[in-house]
């Protein structure tokens, strides 16, 4: 059982790229949710997910992209990534609601 | 909207200390709180929370307290181990958890033996 599995785990863009951090869970959760977490900042929402084909965006979605089509994944595209969006994003997978969330280890981008 | 804050970026205690660390919110709607747990190079742990009916709640070693009134809650850790040494978030929901989630700062509680 792996619960919430992030990958990659680290990643280097040029400005101007796109690419897709990707987010499995393997315990049949209907939420799913994507943060990003800044130097000493907490955690905040950018999308959310209440179900496969049921999207919503969170406190800062301007810059990302996100589908459901499986319960199990829930990728993020970064469609021209930009250094303010240089950051640790986290995936969560929670039951019921955004409250008890399992999450990944994270993958720390950077964008140059 | 929602704003979380807490009080203390950093506590110090000694092993085998109770440690209590404190947040604050903004909003009198919000209905649910929930405490996590960050250590080093990790994803936030779930650790306990508690609905606005409620004023406490205990788990293993841990209990929230929840004051509406001055829309603080805190978490007390009892007999503080090193292990305990992490970054401490609490979380702050209307809407029962279903839509939006804010998080704090967090508070980086250091135990030493």
């Known amino acids: 059982n792996a619960g919430v599995t992030q990958t990659p785990k680290f990643q280097v863009l040029k400005t101007g790229q796109s690419m897709t951090l990707q987010c499995a869970q393997d315990?049949?959760?209907?939420?799913m949710s994507w943060y990003r977490q800044d130097p000493g900042m907490g955690l905040r929402l950018i999308h959310y997910s209440v179900g496969a084909g049921i999207t919503d965006q969170g406190e800062v979605p301007n810059g990302y992209n996100v589908s459901r089509s499986t319960t199990e994944d829930f990728p993020l595209r970064l469609l021209s990534a930009a250094p303010s969006q240089t950051s640790v994003y986290f995936c969560?997978?929670?039951?019921?609601?955004?409250?008890?969330?399992?999450f990944g280890q994270g993958t720390r981008l950077t964008v140059v | 909207g929602e704003s979380v804050g807490l009080h203390l970026p950093t506590l110090s205690v000694q092993e085998g200390d109770n440690s209590i660390i404190n947040c604050a919110y903004s909003?009198?709607?919000?209905?649910?709180f929930i405490w996590y747990k960050q250590e080093s190079g990790k994803g936030p742990q779930f650790i306990i929370d508690i609905r606005s009916n409620m004023d406490k709640r205990q788990g293993q070693r841990v209990t929230v307290l929840l004051n509406k009134t001055v829309k603080h809650l805190s978490l007390q850790i009892a007999a503080t181990q090193p292990g305990d040494s992490a970054v401490y978030f609490c979380a702050v929901t209307m809407n029962s958890g279903y839509s939006t989630l804010t998080f704090g700062k967090g508070t980086m509680l250091l135990v030493s033996p």
């Open positions: 969560a997978s929670s039951f019921a609601g955004l409250g008890q969330a399992f």
């Open positions: 315990m049949n959760h209907e939420y």
């Open positions: 909003n009198s709607a919000s209905d649910y």
